[in-house]
């Protein structure tokens, strides 16, 4: 693996080089020129479809128009004069807009950390007039308004494939997750998704508080990548929509959008090809794990499908990273100048705080790349050493400011991961190991194939960016299985790898095919076959898959049963295919030198029924989801939202519901957030299983049983002293009582005011 003596001297995306149909033909850029209106309709017809899928899970129309002026006004136009001050060369509109919104993201902390240190947040709004101001004051500046030269037009089939991935992928976000979870409870029967609430409930955190601490425990710390929740906030705060409608309709459809946007582009920019990138967005965002159940089932967790919404930090983060790998490949390249520094320090700050796992494989690819480039070329890289300094910079920071150097139970435990797979005799055989790492391939890295002929071609001589590529997307798997994190938390690193990985597969991708040279007629019939096989698969699952059975006696490798074989099914499959590939070619001479583009698409598109196998399983189940879903009745919620209209967010609340059930032989599961989540206001004493030291404890007991007893004792046994220390000591103004918990004292009504009540929940103020 070696790297070419210099780097090129201009732009991939400006170097000439053959545009496939479908990637941009250039009859596809004539037609742009000629009919200029012909190049939005991707855009506007994109635009009008997620508006209408957002529109049919009850979102408002008006709150639809707050979000988009929201977007174009104080994320998108702010970030982008920015980014097109710091970048040197412009590449593409599209280009500008995408990196430019996920800058906006990053400079939308510094406003939100300022105002709320300072408690002015109703001044929020002002951050981006502050900026749009500088550059219309400043005269080197103000030509960053309009930029008339050196764009590339993005081609009319790379925008169709990027607009049918986010439509795509929108599609499978409604059925998984919109439709499933109400914004607001409908009835006492409402489920809703387990973590939903607790993400709400960080939201309204930073809404009104910092520094930031434990919702559902006043006073307790948080160190956790809680970055993605402050954007959740700033939402609200400046679009002035209610923070239920940004978390659980508005946020994730649009950083999911905004991903493929930027994988798209990204990829295209340092390839200089634009197949490149509508082939990486769809491998991302298209394409699922590799699996062959029905039920859909995760035995090594997944890379896009579900993880995207019952955590929204992972996708904040990958807008983040993907624009991050964007700067430091156009810095490696010679691409960007001295503001590609300051562009790659502001998103490796805010990368921090997105996602812990994020820059420890950045980290692993630029070491890599360092030593190989340095190898290679025999003096130092210094564009890499800097950005490596950058990036231990930023990571110091996260470990010591926002973590506090807590490990939420990460330790060094090499393939932990895998041994749940393991053969329970005298340890694991040569085979089952095998087995083991062969079906962790397939279902979460099939799509990461496209690397395989890239290395094959190039006869291992990368160039510096495939090196970091390469190794991004090799490091972040090896962190996952050299270590241990009890709640399987060490899937992350995986999925950051992922996004290294699919831009250098689609770059392979678009290898192999160039090299088949095919036709108009052959493009037609690529695209054709591909099709039909992808629904052959999706077919195959609907009939063929079924729950994944244990054999008798039951083996650890039972859950990866389903899949070895469907692999042995596929595999063989394609050695017929193979071996009769010579016969068809002599038979139909336009398939002469396309063996390797069809295979390759084959293996790539084996994934596909992943997320629409997801979906279905979603249609499956009533409201809630097809997940772990809880009890969130609607008279709790009324109850938490008229207390948060009615409080001061200063305010503490106390209550006496701390279980998601009812406690059974003195166990309690402490996974309740609803209170603090729709109340957005802290809570004494919620749920606790959510907090840092509970992750690194191993333990869901509560740590400080006085406190505990304290305030239970509010509601059981009140006095008037009770309730004046809990007042001044502990700050709590506001209790509430949920009566299917357990009945309050009649002492409560003398001693405190009742000022809610709607037969379920008793809301009392202290005096």
């Not at 994109?46 to 899970?57: E, G, H, K, M």
């Not at 009745?633 to 938490?640: G, T, Y």
């Amino acid at each position: 693996m070696t790297a070419p003596p210099d780097h090129p001297t201009s732009p991939p995306a400006q170097q000439s080089v053959p545009a496939p149909a479908g990637s941009g033909s250039s009859a596809a850029g004539e037609a742009g020129r000629a009919y200029p209106l012909l190049r939005f309709l991707p855009f506007v017809a994109t635009v009008l479809y997620v508006a209408a899928v957002l529109i049919a899970a009850d979102t408002a129309v008006l709150d639809l128009v707050k979000y988009a002026l929201y977007l174009a006004l104080a994320l998108m136009l702010p970030g982008t004069l920015v980014y097109r001050a710091l970048r040197r060369t412009p590449h593409s509109l599209i280009d500008d807009l995408a990196m430019g919104t996920a800058v906006g993201l990053v400079l939308e902390l510094p406003a939100w950390t300022l105002v709320s240190v300072l408690d002015i947040r109703g001044v929020l709004w002002a951050w981006p007039l502050v900026v749009v101001a500088l550059f219309a004051a400043v005269p080197r500046l103000r030509r960053h308004f309009l930029v008339r030269d050196g764009y590339t037009l993005a081609p009319l089939g790379f925008s169709w494939a990027v607009g049918g991935a986010v439509a795509f992928f929108t599609t499978y976000l409604s059925s998984t997750f919109l439709e499933r979870n109400p914004i607001l409870p409908t009835s006492e029967d409402t489920r809703q998704y387990l973590d939903l609430a607790y993400q709400l409930s960080l939201a309204g955190e930073a809404k009104y508080q910092f520094p930031l601490h434990v919702p559902q425990v006043a006073g307790e710390p948080l160190f956790y990548h809680w970055f993605g929740y402050a954007h959740m906030a700033s939402t609200s705060m400046i679009a002035g929509i209610d923070l239920p409608v940004v978390a659980l309709r508005l946020a994730i459809p649009f950083l999911c959008a905004l991903a493929i946007l930027l994988t798209a582009v990204v990829g295209w920019r340092i390839s200089g090809r634009a197949l490149v990138g509508a082939v990486a967005a769809a491998l991302f965002f298209v394409i699922g794990e590799t699996n062959f159940t029905d039920p859909v089932t995760m035995p090594f967790g997944t890379q896009s499908s579900f993880v995207i919404w019952h955590g929204m930090s992972m996708i904040y983060s990958w807008v983040l990273l993907i624009a991050l790998i964007g700067v430091i490949c156009g810095l490696i390249t010679g691409v960007l100048g001295r503001g590609g520094f300051v562009l790659a320090f502001l998103l490796l700050l805010a990368s921090s705080g997105a996602k812990a796992s994020s820059l420890p494989v950045v980290a692993v690819a630029l070491l890599v790349t360092f030593v190989v480039v340095l190898a290679v070329r025999r003096r130092v890289p210094w564009t890499l050493l800097i950005l490596g300094v950058l990036t231990g910079a930023a990571q110091l920071f996260a470990l010591a400011v926002l973590f506090r150097f807590q490990s939420y139970g990460v330790t060094p435990e090499p393939f932990w991961s895998f041994e749940r797979f393991w053969t329970p005799a005298d340890g694991p055989t040569w085979l089952a190991v095998l087995s083991v790492v062969f079906a962790f391939l397939v279902n979460m890295q099939l799509r990461a194939v496209g690397i395989v002929p890239l290395l094959w071609l190039r006869r291992g001589r990368l160039d510096p960016t495939q090196v970091f590529l390469l190794a991004g997307g090799i490091g972040g798997p090896l962190i996952y299985l050299m270590v241990k994190q009890p709640g399987d938390g060490n899937q992350y690193f995986t999925r950051s790898g992922f996004t290294f990985a699919v831009l250098l597969s689609a770059w392979g991708y678009a290898m192999v095919y160039d090299r088949a040279k095919l036709s108009r007629a052959g493009r037609t019939l690529l695209a054709v076959e591909t099709l039909a096989f992808a629904i052959v698969l999706v077919v195959a699952q609907f009939k063929l898959a079924g729950p994944a059975e244990a054999s008798v006696p039951p083996q650890a490798i039972d859950p990866l049963t389903p899949l070895l074989r469907w692999s042995l099914v596929l595999a063989a499959a394609g050695l017929v295919v193979a071996a009769l590939w010579p016969a068809l070619s002599r038979w139909q001479p336009a398939l002469r030198g396309t063996g390797g583009v069809v295979a390759l698409t084959a293996i790539l598109v084996v994934g596909a029924p992943g997320l629409i196998m997801d979906m279905r399983k979603s249609e499956r189940f009533s409201n809630g989801g097809a997940y772990a879903t809880v009890s969130l009745p609607k008279s709790r919620v009324d109850a938490a939202r008229w207390l948060r209209d009615h409080s001061a967010p200063t305010d503490v609340v106390a209550t006496n519901a701390h279980c998601i059930n009812a406690p059974t032989d003195g166990y309690c599961d402490p996974r309740s957030f609803w209170l603090s989540a729709y109340a957005e206001r802290r809570v004494l004493v919620e749920g606790w299983a959510f907090a840092p030291r509970v992750s690194s404890s191993g333990s869901w007991a509560f740590w400080d049983p006085a406190l505990l007893a304290r305030n239970d004792a509010a509601f059981t046994t009140p006095t008037a002293a009770s309730l004046t220390s809990l007042a001044n000591d502990d700050k709590v103004h506001w209790l509430v009582a949920d009566r299917q918990v357990a009945m309050e004292s009649p002492e409560l009504r003398i001693l405190a005011n009742l000022r809610y009540d709607n037969g379920r929940i008793f809301i009392y103020e202290l005096r």
